[in-house]
């Protein structure tokens, strides 16, 4: 049965409005998945050999692959989080050019991609070790334990369930927060914990300085985005350019290019700054795992080289005559379990350090 609409006389027919809004549903070509998984795969492969190699050229004894197992898991949950990063902050770069439709949805977000990438690759660092710095020493080294491997997944996870929550709701909260938030998180309830008090499981001097660039960075953006738009109307005159997109066109070239070149710019920063957050986590990991692979620095010249081998011989030998005279003192001629223990310890990791430096040079 066919339906015919019949318009009586004496009434108009409104014309069904135009969708403008652009077109975001595409279907996922098979091809690009396949490329995707296949270069994921890839990188995969590539950060478990690379693994092997560092360990190995660490001379690291392996008496349980279990630690490796978990430190595996703990750098794919890492990645997970750069992944629901990604799609979580990709909208802050893309949204202005395929708003206006300067650029169709799939090619803006995988052109975004690039230079997020490009902005990683061209960065000094200093925001990893910013994410490192912010615990303790001790915490960090305690990553390869049990409770360091816990402590690793709960602020990943915390991290990333607090993203997805958002991006689900549409609401553009920052990950980089989030992030600084769990790592905090983690360090005070160690504190706790361990019957300390919880302003020592953080370096707070650090936690201040990010915490500044935090509050500040959206107060400043803010000032700065409404000092320059009433800049461009008093300059600019044309209203055309200060309305909503009209159908489908896109704007004026050179509009659209400026347009195109600040979500350029926006990719590559974001991925120069925001991206090192990734970098800080799994450095975070792997120097708490393996820290003779990861904490040493084993292009040392060969002028320092001989002089950390002669303070690690003299650290050796004070620890343990110190350990030597704590016996003596001690009336019962036997120190309590936890200095012994952690003159061993000391002790046992200076000179083995120490042989390790030699050996290696």
Known sequence: MTDI???????TTTPSPVDTRPKLDHPANP???????????????????SLYVDIKDSDTKVTTYLPFMLLFVALLIALGFEFVNGFHDTANAVATVI???????????????????LGVLMS???VAFGIISLLPVELILQVGTGA?????????IAAIVWNLGTWYLGLPSSSSHTLIG??????????LMHG???TSGVDWSKATEIGYSLLLSPLFGFCMAAILLLLLKFVVRNPDLYTAPKGAAPPPWWIRGILILTCTLVSFFHGSNDGQKGMGLIMLILIGTVPTAYALNRALPESQVAKFQQVSEAASKVVAAKGFSTRVASASDTPSAGVAALNQALTEVLQDTSTWVSARH
């Open 5 to 11: 609409a019949v318009q009586l006389p004496g009434t």
């Open 31 to 49: 091809l690009a998945l396949i490329l995707f998984f296949g270069i994921l795969g890839v990188c995969v492969l590539f950060v478990a050999y």
């Open 99 to 117: 708003y206006t439709h300067s650029l169709p949805a799939n090619f803006a977000v995988v052109w975004s991609g690039c230079f997020n990438l």
């Open 124 to 126: 000094s660092g200093a």
């Open 148 to 156: 360091g491997f816990a402590m690793v997944f709960a602020l990943l």
């Open 182 to 191: 769990s790592i905090i998180g983690v360090g005070v309830a160690n504190a």
């Open 196 to 198: 300390q008090d919880g």
